[in-house]
């Protein structure tokens, strides 16, 4: 329908739609009004929505403004359909951009973040978001960050935060040392520079002690998406397998040192076929092993160079692999043979065991380097269908010790000469697995252990801008955390960033006392990652100003878990795993019962430009929300948001959405206004004296109103306005086709007031000007209750039904609602009566409601 046509004989007396007086009008009373203040109100159930908060670094784009839209519809609607609603914002306020910018303009960190914190909040207003700002705080307030310190001491009490010297990814670009999770595909999560591997003295979080709790209850999490769980399963990386006891053997090879090498495997079963064992260049028994001897010098080169490789690329099966021998052996518990002792790039000193038995014919890494260094292939697995099959089938002894063949077998098959274990099926988990690793056992020459990919949380960065570790170095006492009373170690704010200088150089916060001996003492000047700060915010937004504890335990019992938890997929692992575990270890020091924190978890999809590419400053294409507000006010691109696509999916900005998304909201405006004047509140609803207009549009009503709620419950946003614009345009076609004296004055009533509330969570300011001036309510509609629909007044007194002739669609038929099969068959053997004739019907299938099919030949 055009814009203009049906307004016409509407139009009279309707005031226009003007969205910044409108919107400028409500969100200050709304403000006076302190309509978003948390109630507090137990007799009502809880529901806790929260988005994920931003890092503040300039106003906000496009990705914020979809993410607060989602969150905002669902938390006004939870609020209209009765629960008692928590609806917080605040900021990840500390981290490096902050102190970049701060560093190139001359100025303090805490200003420019504050700055942008200001401008955010401006933006978040003007969208008409129902966050509750009494409860807004910034990880960079000291009452906040204090509690974070306060949690690090607790951890480190209980043995779950430690230093260590090991080597660490230390990013050359951001001057700072990263978490594993922050290398992602081989390269710094934030500036994309390949980090350096650096051994340096770090503090880290025991996230490993928690690795099959975390892995375990992501079963429990059925409100997540398949994706971020498998991302996780993933990351965490449970693998069984054994460790099996290699004998170091003396120089001349054969005799026993009893120094034992043990090796990681998953793959017991290969034992026999063990040609070659390998340890990584960074490990101590390599360099001992070569040390003095002629082997020595390659073995450097080889070190120094593997040193330049991420450890993503090492393990890259396509990277061609380097080796050196140590010229030792090392004897294998299963059969005695000595194995040449190799030094290779390709394994890793940080999982397993950091040694690995090589067997070339079921690993293709392994393969690999046998084939180029000419080490042995033996042959001790096969596929029946393997020609070798035949002729090894039976063989115990180690007889053929190298074949020439293309690649790995993928060590599918059965054993052979292995020994009493030939014949034995083998593969991960086999029978075979389990023969050779109990026999091993018995022995105690080896054991099953389950190894997880996930490794501990390296914490420390040597920037400024973050929540300092509260710990003091004292030569004397070691690492002594900072009394509880001296909490929290506040950060500087007058270090000259702009020349350079950190807290490491900067003696009025290092140059501190013992607190345990009194002594002078040096405090630590690492800050703490900005994640731990991100990871238990969404506690604090229970009970913000507390100022005695982090929170009380029963604020987070009322509000936690998160029942909505809405952002971007890019936390997949990170945040999300580190929040999980944040909560797991606060469960355990008894502050909260739950060790899950977000039960339903949303991941919006990304909002990309008219030509589906990513927004970026670079590529110079993002649309600031400030473009769409201007023009259409904050409802428009609410509506277009929410209407464009479904959450979870990507799309595709464009200036088309908004304008249709802006005539809908205008001609829903004069719809409502035109039921508005027809309509009155108190007219009792006597349904049976409805004409049929009224009728259908008092039927529209309650259909489109049940589709809209289950569509609201999902979380499809875009089928709930698709449905609200189909009752909208039943109402336009009601009002045109009506005369004005003949309309039902309780049913323009209910149309218009359902509209108006529908359309609250997406549309606030439009929706609360139409309760008002249109509906003549006083309160806000942000308050009323979500209407109820009735499923009996929603039915249609015809369905449509689908007449098929050997399961092909030949017609549709309008029938009664509540014909019988009988009837539908009737009609609708009647419906295709041509394309039967002739025919000798052979069987009819008739699913009322929906289609009946004719088999006839
Ligand atoms: C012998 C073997 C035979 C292996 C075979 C595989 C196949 P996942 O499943 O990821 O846990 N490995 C062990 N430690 C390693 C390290 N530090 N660096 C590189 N590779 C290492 O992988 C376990 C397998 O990865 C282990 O099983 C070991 O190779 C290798 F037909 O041992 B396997
Ligand atoms: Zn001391």
Redesign the pocket.
């Known amino acids: 329908m055009s814009d203009n046509s049906e307004t016409e004989r509407n139009d009279a007396g309707i005031p226009s739609y003007d969205a910044q007086a409108i919107e400028a009008r409500w969100q200050r009373s709304w403000e006076e009004d302190g309509l978003y203040k948390t109630d507090e109100d137990p007799s009502r159930p809880k529901k806790y929505v929260l988005e994920m908060f931003p890092y503040p670094s300039g106003d906000l784009h496009m990705g914020h403004a979809r993410n607060y839209t989602i969150g905002d519809a669902m938390a006004r609607q939870a609020r209209m359909r009765g629960f008692d609603v928590l609806h917080p914002m605040g900021f990840d306020a500390f981290g490096l951009p902050a102190e970049n910018a701060a560093i190139k303009h001359n100025t303090q960190a805490s200003r420019w973040t504050h700055q942008n914190i200001a401008q955010a909040i401006k933006t978040m207003k003007r969208m008409g978001f129902s966050y509750d700002y009494d409860r807004t705080f910034n990880t960079c307030d000291p009452e906040y960050y204090r509690w974070g310190q306060w949690m690090f001491i607790k951890m480190w009490e209980k043995g779950l935060a430690y230093r260590a010297t090991s080597p660490v990814n230390w990013c050359p670009h951001c001057q700072t040392v990263l978490a594993n999770e922050q290398v992602v595909d081989g390269r710094c999560w934030r500036c994309g520079t390949v980090p350096e591997k650096r051994e340096l003295s770090q503090w880290y979080l025991k996230i490993t002690d928690y690795a099959q709790e975390l892995l375990d209850d992501l079963d429990r999490l059925e409100g997540w998406p398949e994706n971020v769980k498998a991302q996780q399963r993933n990351w965490i990386?449970r693998?069984e397998?054994a460790e099996i006891d290699f004998q170091l053997a003396d120089k001349d090879g054969t005799t026993p040192t009893g120094r034992t090498l043990t090796?990681?495997?998953?793959?017991a079963d290969?034992l026999f076929g063990v040609s070659f064992l390998v340890l990584?260049p960074e490990s101590s028994l390599a360099a001992e092993l070569v040390a003095g001897s002629e082997h020595e010098a390659a073995y450097l080169e080889l070190k120094s160079a593997t040193e330049k490789v991420s450890s993503v690329d090492r393990?890259g099966s396509a990277r061609e692999k380097h080796g050196v021998f140590t010229g030792r052996f090392a004897i294998n518990p299963i059969n005695g043979r000595p194995a040449p002792i190799w030094v290779a790039d390709?394994?890793?000193?940080?999982?397993?065991?950091?040694?690995?038995?090589?067997?070339p014919?079921?690993?293709q890494?392994?393969f690999d380097f046998a084939r180029k260094y000419g080490l042995e292939i033996a042959p001790i697995i096969c596929k029946k269908e393997d020609p070798l099959y035949e002729e090894l089938k039976d063989e115990r002894e180690l007889r053929v010790l190298s074949v020439d063949w293309d690649g790995?077998m993928d060590?599918e098959g059965y054993l052979v000469q292995s020994g009493e274990f030939t014949g034995l099926p083998g593969g991960k988990h086999s029978e075979a697995v389990e023969a050779i690793v109990s026999w091993l056992k018995e022995r105690g020459l080896g054991r099953e252990t389950v190894?997880f990919?996930l490794r501990d949380w390296l914490i420390s960065r040597q920037r400024y801008w973050g929540n300092p570790i509260p710990m003091i170095h004292c030569d004397c006492c070691g690492d002594v955390p900072v009394p509880e009373e001296d909490l929290p170690v506040t950060l500087p704010d007058d270090l000259d960033l702009g020349a350079g200088q950190t807290l490491a150089e900067y003696a009025p916060f290092y140059e501190t006392t013992c607190p345990r001996c009194g002594r002078p003492a040096r405090r630590i000047t690492d800050t703490m990652d900005t994640f731990t700060c991100s990871s238990w915010y969404y506690l604090r937004y229970c009970d913000p100003h507390n100022e005695g504890i982090p929170f009380s335990k029963e604020s987070v019992d009322r509000w936690m878990p998160v029942d909505n938890y809405i952002g971007g997929i890019e936390h997949a692992i990170l945040h999300l795993l580190y929040s999980r575990f944040w909560t797991k270890v606060l469960r355990d020091l008894g502050m909260i019962d739950e060790g899950e924190p977000f039960t339903n978890l949303l991941c919006q999809g990304m909002v990309k430009d008219a030509n589906g590419e990513t927004m970026s400053k670079s590529k110079g294409n993002v649309v600031p929300p400030s473009s769409v507000i201007e023009p259409y006010g904050a409802d428009t691109m609410r509506l277009a948001i929410l209407f464009v696509a479904p959450p979870e999916k990507d799309f595709d900005w464009d200036e088309e959405a908004v304008q249709g998304a802006n005539r809908f909201i205008r001609r829903a405006w004069r719809v409502v206004w035109g039921l508005a004047c027809a309509a009155d509140a108190s007219a009792p609803l006597d349904l049976a004296g409805l004409d049929d207009a009224s009728k259908e549009l008092n039927r529209s009503v309650h259909e489109m109103g049940l589709r809209c709620t289950a569509d609201f419950d999902r979380g499809q946003f875009n089928t709930a306005i698709s449905a609200c614009m189909e009752l909208v345009n039943a109402a336009s076609k009601y009002l045109n086709e009506t005369d004005e004296d003949g309309r039902s004055a309780a049913v323009c009533h209910r149309a218009a007031h359902d509209i108006v509330t529908m359309l609250a969570p997406i549309c606030p300011h439009w929706a609360e000007e139409l309760f008002h001036e249109a509906l003549g309510q006083t309160g806000s509609v942000y308050n009323e209750p979500w209407p109820e629909f009735d499923p009996s007044q929603a039915k249609s007194d015809t369905v449509e039904i689908v007449v098929q002739l050997k399961g092909k669609i030949r017609a549709r038929i309008n029938v009664p609602a509540d014909a019988g099969a009988e009837e539908i068959e009737a009609r609708g053997r009647s419906a295709i009566a041509d394309q039967l004739a002739g025919k000798d019907v052979k069987k009819v299938i008739v699913v009322p409601g929906k289609l009946v099919n004719i088999v006839a030949v």
Do not use: E, I, K, N
Request: neutral net charge.
């Open positions: 990386g693998s397998g090796c990681f495997t998953t793959r290969t990584p393990q390709y394994v890793l000193m940080d999982y397993g065991t950091g040694a690995v038995m090589g067997v014919c079921g690993d890494r392994d790995a060590a190894q990919r």
